[in-house]
């Protein structure tokens, strides 16, 4: 007998988001759940199909492979062994309802485990460039040392939750489901503290400022961050400590802009040089020195590339250019003789001194023989 669509089985459209598959299948499978239906073999071959059905569709790397082939795409052994997870896929449903379900699926990790940390960093265009050593210090909590991080007194240790036997979690029955959750004695530890130590109040912690070296590598980038595993605030009595994030901020150069790999500068130049040609001297982000030919009639905005004098790459060894902007520059204060000089210069005029401005009222001047005719 053929499969039914797995759309029309759980009565959506088939461009029904995962909030619509959740709602609808969680309905239905109330319904035709096994534990309502006692005896009933057809409400429980339902409740199989409609959990397979929505164990695809709510995964979207399943559901385009349901999308292009139908159900061949899991058949001959491509879904996984031993069929579908049903208790995984409903407690996914009644998560939001009951609380954990199932041995809590989403309780991955320590529940002891500390907080993560941010540090907001800022450096220079140099360090950033040549990388750094920075000393950072961080209000964070470290592990009691009286007690050792256990949240016990001296000479006493923590013992077996009486409420949970030292599972971490305790079951109740709710009508037809039974719902395990975490122990409200022992927040899931396992362990009660029946002695808890003074200085930490039995957290196992207490606030202190932690002074860490920290390297930041050459090339990095305004807003990067660095992770530095375990450096964070320490896990509650005993649990791993989270992570140190250090978000690093790049200072404006008063004279080079960056873009990527790359280094801009903007050069202003005489007049002079701009139109006799000659060459200039330009700094480097390293500190050094490079000197840019400057040819005859250069236009303002021209830029010079400088290969391999930008950033460092992250990543490897290779580095960015340093483009030089020629901004040229207007003399000004002139005296009575500079007046003179180019005055005469003026007058010579001659074609071809000034291309651009010439090409640009050459069109403004036909431009207005249109208009008037």
Known sequence: MAKQDFYELLGVARTADKAELKKSYRKLAMKYHPDRNPGDDSAEAKFKDLSEAYDILSDDQKRAAYDQFGHEAFEGGNQRPGGFDFASSFSDIFEDLFGEFGGGGRMRGSRNRGADLRYNLEITLEEAFYGKKATVRVPTSVACEPCNGTGAEKNSSPVTCPSCDGHGKVRAQQGFFTIERTCPTCQGAGRVIENPCRPCAGSGRVQKEKTLSVSVPAGVEDGTRIRVSGEGAAGLRGGPAGDLYLFLSVSPHRIFERDGQNIYCRVPIPMTTATLGGSIEVPTLDGGRAKVSIPSGTQSGKQFRLRGKGMPNVQSSQKGDLYIQ????????????????????????????SPESEGFFSKVKELWEDLRD
């Open 326 to 353: 020629a901004i040229t520059e207007t003399p000004v204060n002139l005296s009575k003789r500079q007046k003179e000089l180019l005055k005469e210069f003026e007058n010579e005029g001659g074609e071809g001194t």
